[in-house]
């Protein structure tokens, strides 16, 4: 009877550490967070969006207001077109900033919004206009390489 009680506590403590990893991963995988209602889908076009991925989270202010719709590429103009679902309770200005902001020490990327100044507000269909691409790690070791060559010479 022992050996039953005994192989019971240790399936009960398996079940319970699998349960776990799935819920660490959908965490990661920011399929957990969900907290968004209804939304208003707007555009902005980024020349880079290195690593960003559809269902990031899009913050203001370091809150979660939003999340990533889906990526395209524009292949008349060559840039990136990223849709945005930002929920109905939030409102942001018509000049507002969208930059692509690298998170944590899995490199997670996310989109920033900073609020500008205008009285009007975007809305449904919007685009966002002023945008800063994601910083790629390679670009700036090789300008800094590039720089020091140069100096040398």
């Not at 209804?38 to 809150?63: D, Q, S």
């Not at 390679?138 to 140069?150: G, M, P, R, T, V």
Request: aromatic share 8%.
């Amino acid at each position: 009877m022992d050996k039953i009680k005994l192989d019971a506590w240790v399936g009960i403590f398996v079940a319970i550490g699998i349960i776990s990893l799935l819920g660490l991963a959908m965490k990661v995988g920011n399929l957990t967070s969900n907290d968004i209602r209804e939304t208003y889908m707007v555009t902005a076009n980024f020349e880079n969006i290195g690593g960003l991925k559809p269902r990031a989270p899009v913050k203001g202010a370091g809150v979660v207001v939003g999340r990533v719709n889906s990526i395209i590429f524009d292949t008349e103009a060559y840039h990136a077109v990223v849709s945005i679902d930002i929920d109905k309770r939030y409102v942001f200005p018509k000049d507002t900033f969208a930059n692509i902001y690298t998170a944590g020490l899995l490199g997670e990327q996310y989109i920033g919004l900073e609020a500008g100044g205008d009285e009007k507000n975007l809305q449904q269909g919007d685009r966002i206009t002023q945008t800063q691409d994601a910083v790629v790690l390679e670009k700036l070791i090789s300008q800094f390489l590039y720089s020091k060559a140069s100096e040398e010479e």
